[in-house]
T-cell receptor, first 113, second 112 residues
Framework: DTEVTQTPKHLVMGMTNKKSLKCEQH?????MYWYKQKAKKPPELMFV???????INESVPSRFSPECPNSSLLNLHLHALQPEDSALYLC????????????FGPGTRLLVL | GENVEQHPSTLSVQEGDSAVIKCTYS??????FPWYKQELGKGPQLIID?????GEKKDQRIAVTLNKTAKHFSLHITETQPEDSAVYFC???????????FGGGTRVLVKP
């Protein structure tokens, strides 16, 4: 099973709201990722967790706050977002290591009004 | 850091013809090269990957070639079908942690 699940599928929020995106995998992977993808562009890496510790933060604004409660779960907490943050947010997971295949979830399509 | 260029940005082929997408990378330390297919409204799905110790890999109608000297790799799809229509991304990964660098994507349209 190479499935990564994400909830919700769609999210509309105002600029003053607080919301969370959730990601789950049961493949025993020890690395998990958040990506942001704008229309007609490739995914852009936001955060990497390795063994439940944040290992890469690609200079993402503090209005995005990641959390890894355990090895199977990854959250992205959203607060005071801007309309330009509207995008598809993708979660991925892989075995630990730089050459390991990353498996992507279906994404959460976020619209910030 | 790594930079990956992908060409062409759009590709239209007749059903049954072959499609070729090319990528070049800048970091000679990169050693893992996956290809992803992304259909509308879905996340990227791995279709094939190659590691630096091989020059070619094939899986049914899909093949990938790697030229480490020239720092380029290519995706070949033979006998294209309408369901091959999607956006394809190449990517490269080296020793910089778990970081994948993606190419800009190729929108492939297979006309019946």
């Amino acid at each position: 099973d190479t499935e990564v699940t994400q909830t919700p599928k769609h999210l509309v929020m105002g600029m003053t709201n607080k919301k969370s995106l959730k990601c789950e995998q049961h493949m025993g992977h020890r690395a998990m990722y958040w990506y942001k993808q704008k229309a007609k562009k490739p995914p852009e890496l936001m955060f990497v967790y390795s063994y439940e510790k944040l290992s890469i933060n690609e200079s993402v604004p503090s209005r995005f706050s990641p959390e890894c409660p355990n090895s199977s779960l990854l959250n992205l907490h959203l607060h005071a977002l801007q309309p330009e943050d509207s995008a598809l947010y993708l979660c991925a997971s892989s075995q630990e290591g730089s050459q390991e295949t990353q498996y992507f979830g279906p994404g959460t399509r976020l619209l910030v009004l | 850091g790594e930079n990956v260029e992908q060409h062409p940005s759009t590709l239209s082929v007749q059903e049954g013809d072959s499609a070729v997408i090319k990528c070049t990378y800048s970091d000679s330390a990169s050693n893992y090269f996956p290809w992803y297919k992304q259909e509308l409204g879905k996340g990227p799905q791995l279709i094939i990957d190659i590691r630096s110790n091989v020059g070619e890999k094939k899986d049914q109608r899909i093949a990938v070639t790697l030229n480490k000297t020239a720092k380029h790799f290519s995706l070949h799809i033979t006998e294209t079908q309408p369901e091959d229509s999607a956006v394809y991304f190449c990517a490269a990964s080296g020793t910089a942690g778990n970081k994948l660098t993606f190419g800009g994507g190729t929108r492939v349209l297979v006309k019946p």
